[in-house]
């Protein structure tokens, strides 16, 4: 079974104070302060996941300042792994492994950063309204719940501090209204000072260690090769890169597609003739994966999505007609 593409899609789906301001009355422009709080604010916290009986606390730490944002999520159980990003650069940190990946952030980012810069076209695939004030860390949260208008995606429920707009606690549905996973802080602190020392590496990442530079080249939507037939419902082509797969394996292309919220990635690399290791589906907690191997290629399509809607974009990826 081939990892790296799995395991980049993994690391890749990781202001100067609060901003105090009148709180909208309508869901949308909540949904539009949540994305900003995420990106805008200063802050440092603990929060949990949960996804079936799997559960797992991360810290992270959050700061923006006049060289970019910066960021250090650390997860606190089972393997140590940390997650460092500065400005464009995200660094995924495995020191079981002694790897880190090296990346550029695409877009979509982690909790409580999850909402796309400009949320107004969710309202295309999601029916959004507000629900009740409730309380999280501690904290006042209103509730925003976004049901999805079929089934190729998710439900979402966000809960957003009244006072910051910051993200404090998500939610991810299935269509029974079920839940996958969860995302909640524990304990948050937002607006204030953020040292240097809670963004650094507490590992040392020296000799010894494997650098692998995932950094992919933008392309040309035109120039990728392979398209999208027949197009999956409020799926879009947002993003086409070339991808280092390692020495003598060449390059994968890199397709995104993604309806403002989800996001389906779709790796498609070069494979020997006959190749049927690993193929079909596989999942863990929201996120689905799909093989199929076409053409001397193997297409790897995974996301935040229902596997119905990550089976439909894998099995519909085909080489361009020339």
């Known amino acids: ?10 690391c890749a789906l990781l202001a100067q104070g609060p901003a105090f301001a009148e709180h909208p009355t309508d869901p949308l422009s909540w949904l539009g302060r949540i994305s900003n709080a995420g990106q805008r604010l200063n802050y440092v916290g603990t929060f949990v996941y949960q996804s079936g009986g799997h559960v797992e606390t991360s ?16 997860v606190l159980d089972g393997s140590p792994r940390e997650i460092i990003r500065r400005g464009a650069e995200v ?7 002694r790897t880190v990946i090296i990346d550029e952030a695409q877009g979509r980012r982690a909790f409580p950063a999850r909402l796309p810069v400009s949320p107004t076209g ?22 925003l719940v976004l049901e999805p208008k079929d089934e190729l995606r998710y439900g979402h429920v966000l809960w957003a501090d009244t ?42 990442t020296g000799e010894g260690w494997r650098m692998l530079n995932a950094r992919g080249s933008n ?3 035109e120039a990728a090769g392979w398209v999208l037939e027949p197009a999956v419902p409020g799926y879009t082509l947002t993003s086409v890169m070339k991808r280092p797969l390692g020495r003598e394996r060449g390059e994968a292309v ?6 403002g919220l989800a996001a389906i990635s779709v790796f498609i690399e070069p494979v020997g003739e006959g190749s049927k290791a690993g193929l079909g589906p596989l999942s863990s907690g929201a996120i689905n994966i799909f093989k199929r191997a076409i053409d001397g290629h193997l297409v790897t399509a995974l996301g935040e999505a229902p596997e119905a809607a990550v089976r439909r974009v894998g099995e519909s990826i085909r080489p361009e007609a020339r």
């Open 1 to 10: 079974m081939r990892l790296f593409p799995v395991m980049l899609g993994f």
């Open 59 to 74: 810290r992270i730490a959050h700061r923006v300042d006049a060289a970019g944002e910066h960021e250090r999520l650390e």
């Open 91 to 97: 660094r995924c940190v495995l020191p079981d492994e």
């Open 122 to 143: 969710l309202a295309e695939n999601y029916r959004v309204r507000k629900g009740e004030v409730g309380r999280v860390a501690g904290l006042e949260a209103q509730a």
């Open 163 to 204: 006072q910051s707009g910051l993200l404090l606690k998500s939610r991810t549905l299935d269509h029974h209204g079920g839940v996958i996973e969860q995302f909640s802080f524990s304990e948050v602190r937002i607006g204030g000072e953020v040292d240097d020392a809670l963004l650094e590496s507490r590992f040392e």
């Open 219 to 221: 392309m040309p939507v």
């Open 254 to 259: 890199h397709m995104v597609f993604s309806d």
